[in-house]
Nanobody, 114 residues
Framework: QVQLVESGGGLVQPGGSLSLSCAAS????????MGWYRQAPGKQQELVAI??????TRYADSVKGRFTISREKKNTVSLQMNSLQPEDTAVYYC?????????WGQGTQVTVSS
């Protein structure tokens, strides 16, 4: 069973930076697609950033130029978040897609507030 474990997150002031990391276990296969989604209170879950193993990346328009997704090791994914704003406050979920099935982390809270 594939499991995704996130780390990072927390409280930061507007304009600050945070980094999220996620590591998958339970498979020796390369997880082709890994990324981050978020859900703010009262809102639907939305894609933040995704990276496919071949290098293709996609970002939500709201985070382009501020967030950077990377996959430096097999079956890991990181998200560097700069210039954070209060509207970035949400629970961030790591996602991995393997053999047509989606796997999710438990979520980590990011709060941007002064």
């Amino acid at each position: 069973q594939v499991q995704l474990v996130e780390s990072g997150g927390g409280l930061v002031q507007p304009g600050g930076s945070l980094s999220l990391s996620c590591a998958a276990s339970g498979t020796r296969l390369l997880i082709d697609s890994m990324g981050w989604y978020r859900q703010a209170p009262g809102k639907q879950q939305e894609l933040v950033a995704i990276r496919i193993s071949g290098g293709t990346t996609r970002y939500a328009d709201s985070v382009k130029g501020r967030f950077t997704i990377s996959r430096e090791k097999k079956n890991t994914v990181s998200l560097q978040m700069n210039s954070l704003q209060p509207e970035d406050t949400a629970v961030y979920y790591c996602n991995g897609r393997l053999l047509g099935k989606n796997y999710w982390g438990q979520g980590t809270q990011v709060t941007v507030s002064s």
